[in-house]
């Protein structure tokens, strides 16, 4: 069965929940996952300053392990989420990817199946842009991008062609058509990888 690693960075939740929603999509396809959220940097009077950043950190900390450049070497398909940023990635998961140069000189990622997802506080925030801005860094890696198109009915209901994503302004967790959007992605990655691996 493919191996799945889905490496995120939440801070409230959202991006958790669409992580969550893809590794069921893939597992409802025979898919292994691992589920892992990659950690702060900031120190607790950074975080104090938002409400509830600390107390989900802890809480989302207990629950997933850091990812490693173990679990991308296990993996068969890296899924990557995060948070927008001023329309990039959070520097918390990239700091992840950025500790994949090893693996990178190694070849080892290559061929590979990559994807992402994304979730921001308002329409418009940029979850399109973020998603895009991890699809150079997969390339460097040597993983073969799969994004979503409109592969599923749920695509004409949200999400993005190239990712699952979700608005926390508009609801503090995603929608359902959110989720289902992430289900399918989920899906997907789980059909490609599986189809490449023969």
Same mark, same amino acid.
């Given at each position: ?6 490496? #995120?960075?939440? +801070?409230? $939740?959202?991006?958790? *929940? ?7 999509? *893939?597992? /409802? ?7 892992? +959220?990659?950690?702060? #940097? ?5 975080? !104090? %300053? /938002? ?15 850091? &990812? ?8 068969? *398909? ?7 940023? #001023? @329309?990039? !990635? ?7 990817i950025d500790?994949?140069? $090893?693996l990178w000189? %190694?070849? *080892? ?6 994807? !992402? ?7 418009? @925030?940029?979850?399109? @842009? ?5 699809? &150079? ?9 799969? &994004?979503? $198109? ?10 993005? &062609? ?19 959007? !992430?289900?399918?992605?989920?899906? +997907? ?7 490449? +691996? @023969?």
């Amino acid at each position: 069965m493919p191996k799945i690693l889905v490496a #995120f960075y939440s +801070r409230s $939740g959202s991006t958790e *929940a669409l992580a969550r929603a893809i590794a069921e999509g *893939a597992e /409802a396809q025979g898919a292994e996952t691992r589920l892992r +959220r990659a950690r702060e #940097f900031v120190g607790p009077e950074v975080m !104090a %300053q /938002a409400p509830g950043w600390a107390e989900n950190a802890a809480r989302m900390n207990a629950a997933y392990e850091a &990812p490693t450049a173990d679990d991308a070497a296990w993996a068969d *398909a890296l899924v990557f989420g995060t948070p927008t940023r #001023f @329309g990039n !990635a959070s520097a918390e998961l990239k700091a992840f990817i950025d500790s994949l140069g $090893g693996l990178w000189f %190694q070849g *080892a990622l290559n061929g590979k199946v990559g994807s !992402a997802f994304a979730s921001t506080q308002s329409a418009h @925030g940029g979850n399109e @842009g973020t998603i895009l801005s991890l699809y &150079p860094p997969m390339a460097h890696l040597g993983l073969i991008i799969v &994004p979503t $198109g409109y592969g599923d009915p749920a695509m004409f209901k949200a999400g993005t &062609p190239y990712g699952a994503s979700a608005v926390s302004g508009i609801s503090p967790l995603p929608t359902e058509d959110e989720l289902a959007v !992430a289900r399918f992605q989920g899906t +997907r990655i789980a059909q490609v990888t599986k189809a490449l +691996r @023969g």
